[in-house]
């Protein structure tokens, strides 16, 4: 048997029966540590596979930075210490002064510093940050409960959009498609949301591959079955304008396009708050499974196996 037989998920599921530890199984593990929780998380970067070297190195190192700041965010953490750790081709000094200043700003904008990290030579560049967050009040994915609703923040299926437009490798775009690829090369965690799932969520996590394989992730951790209504699906301006230019249907790049980096959540629905970019896309309720429109629908997104 190989990796590809078992794929991503099978294998951590793998490796966790090894380790015996409860621990593992949202996006940061929460450590207790005096009157507060330590968020941990990891996550890695690379080229070919992640981004691509002809990316501008500030977004690259922006872009690391914010994804895992989402895994602290969406597990209702603030970020506070970073190290990274990262592997490099005999690059041009230049490239990696670039990419540190991308994550400078992202460090500046979270509120959070590197304090450390390592360096190796590697064919390939990659860039591999773990970091610590802090909680009162760390939400995973295991707490959702039958008659909890089910949210997103933001607009979702913007990232696969802008993925596709720099894989057209047009001569000039159009601005709400630039809009569109700067959503993928430069996402933005919703620290913004911090607070609010600390005080009402019951089971959070980011968006990162994909809406219905993270519904999934949640539904396996809390035992629940999740019901999403596709017609309340938000889309931006943006996303529909490609979809009609390019003939794509949005459901399917809300539904099942990764890295959108935006949150998924459930509480009762009173908790709803109509200052914040949130909206009510499903309910929780008793069973197994996602189901989109009253259908079941299998997991499928990106896997790296």
């Not at 230019?245 to 399917?252: A, F, I, N, T």
Request: one cysteine or more; charged letters at 30%; hydrophobic letters at 35%.
């Amino acid at each position: 048997m190989r990796i590809s037989d078992l794929g991503e998920f099978g294998l951590i599921e793998r490796l966790k029966e090894i380790l015996k530890s409860e621990k593992i199984g949202d996006d940061c593990a929460h450590v207790k540590f005096g009157d507060e929780y330590l968020l941990l998380t990891t996550d890695l970067m690379l080229e070919d596979v992640h981004f691509l070297l002809g990316y501008p190195p500030e977004a690259v190192g922006w872009k690391a930075i914010s994804v895992n700041v989402s895994d602290v965010v969406g597990n209702a953490g603030e970020p506070r210490w970073a190290l990274i750790s990262l592997m490099l081709p005999d690059l041009e000094v230049d490239y990696v002064e670039r990419l540190y200043g991308g994550v400078q700003k992202a460090c500046e904008f979270y509120g959070c510093e590197v304090v450390g990290g390592n360096v190796s030579r590697s064919d390939r560049l990659g860039i591999d940050v773990f970091l610590v967050g802090t909680s009162k009040r760390p939400v995973g994915r295991g707490g959702a409960k039958p008659g909890d609703s089910v949210f997103v923040s933001g607009t979702l299926g913007d990232s696969k959009a802008g993925l596709e437009l720099l894989k057209m490798e047009k001569d000039s775009y159009e601005d709400f498609e630039l809009a569109l690829i700067e959503r993928h090369i430069r996402p933005t965690a919703r620290i913004d949301y911090v607070k609010h799932l600390q005080k009402y969520a019951n089971a959070s996590m980011d968006i990162s591959d994909g809406l219905v394989a993270d519904a999934w992730h949640l539904s396996r951790r809390s035992g629940v079955r999740i019901d999403i209504d596709s017609s309340k699906l938000p889309f931006s301006k943006e996303l529909l304008r490609f979809c009609e230019k390019y003939r794509k249907d949005p459901k399917d790049y809300a539904l099942f396009g990764g890295e959108d980096y935006q949150l998924l959540f459930t509480h009762p629905r009173e908790r709803w708050n109509p200052f914040m970019d949130m909206t009510e896309i499903g309910s929780v309720s008793a069973g197994e499974g996602v189901y989109v429109d009253g259908k079941k629908i299998e997991p499928r997104g990106y896997r790296h196996f």
